[in-house]
Nanobody, 123 residues
Framework: QVQLVESGGGLAQPGGSLRLSCAVS??????YVWFRQAPGKEREFVAG????????VYAESVKGRFTISRDNGKNTVYLQMNSLKPEDTAIYYC??????????????????WGQGTQVTVSS
């Protein structure tokens, strides 16, 4: 049974940092991504990692502030979030699929999802 379990969310001040983790069990995937969903908004792509070639992609809104990484030995994916802004407040989800998709930014292409972890950025 495949499970993705996020952790590391919480409250951070503007300009602060958080590191989210996504522990994956049951199998490994080539593609891992992070999405987020703020109240009243659609789920949006944040960052993605493709094992083949080591490619990483980011949404423009987080580029230069967030970093996605993976520890294959631990089968865990991370999202390091720096210089946090109030607009980063959302529930963050990790997701996975067996292979990379050209539509990597679309939530509909992912088969496996975690339950989400809340990130709140506020002073």
């Amino acid at each position: 049974q495949v499970q993705l379990v996020e952790s590391g969310g919480g409250l951070a001040q503007p300009g602060g940092s958080l590191r989210l983790s996504c522990a994956v069990s049951g199998r490994t995937f080539q593609t891992y991504v992070w999405f987020r969903q703020a109240p009243g908004k659609e789920r949006e792509f944040v960052a993605g990692s493709r094992s083949s070639g080591g490619m990483k992609v980011y949404a423009e809104s987080v580029k230069g502030r967030f970093t996605i990484s993976r520890d294959n030995g631990k089968n865990t994916v991370y999202l390091q979030m720096n210089s946090l802004k109030p607009e980063d407040t959302a529930i963050y989800y990790c997701a996975a699929r067996p292979y990379w998709s050209v539509n990597y930014y679309s939530a509909s292409v992912y088969n496996y999802w975690g339950q989400g972890t809340q990130v709140t950025v506020s002073s």
